[in-house]
């Protein structure tokens, strides 16, 4: 079992910064493979970015303005979004891959862990 709690989202206007974070608890999380995804009212659940080891995956829509991160000593993922878009508002989720499937999970699918999310909201 692994639990996630996510937390720094919040209002932003287009332009800011924002760091969430999640953290989780259950069991090694070095050996967790985790990612990223958000979902907008009406849309499916997409995904934003994944860590493997030292490798990182992102969307072509948060390219080059987000960046994953972990600190293993917290048990912390971070979320870093910067030049922020209103169509980057969405609920963010964090997610975990505790099976260590092979390279980095850009699918929802390759996830069996995710914490409750937590909202940002870009205003123009």
């Known amino acids: 079992q692994v639990q996630l709690v996510e937390s720094g989202g919040g209002l932003a206007q287009a332009g800011d910064s924002l760091r969430l974070s999640c953290a989780a608890s259950g069991r090694p999380f070095v050996s967790i493979d985790m990612g990223w995804f958000r979902q907008a009212p009406g849309k499916e659940r997409q995904f934003v970015a994944a860590m493997s080891g030292a490798t990182t995956y992102y969307g072509d829509s948060v390219k080059g303005r987000f960046t994953i991160s972990r600190d293993n000593a917290k048990n912390t993922v971070y979320l870093q979004m910067n030049s922020l878009k209103p169509e980057d508002t969405a609920v963010y989720y964090c997610?975990?891959?505790?099976?260590?499937?092979?390279?980095?999970?850009?699918?929802?699918?390759?996830?069996?862990?995710w914490g409750q999310g937590t909202q940002v909201t870009v205003s123009s």
């Open positions: 997610a975990a891959d505790s099976l260590g499937r092979p390279g980095v999970g850009v699918q929802k699918t390759e996830y069996d862990y």
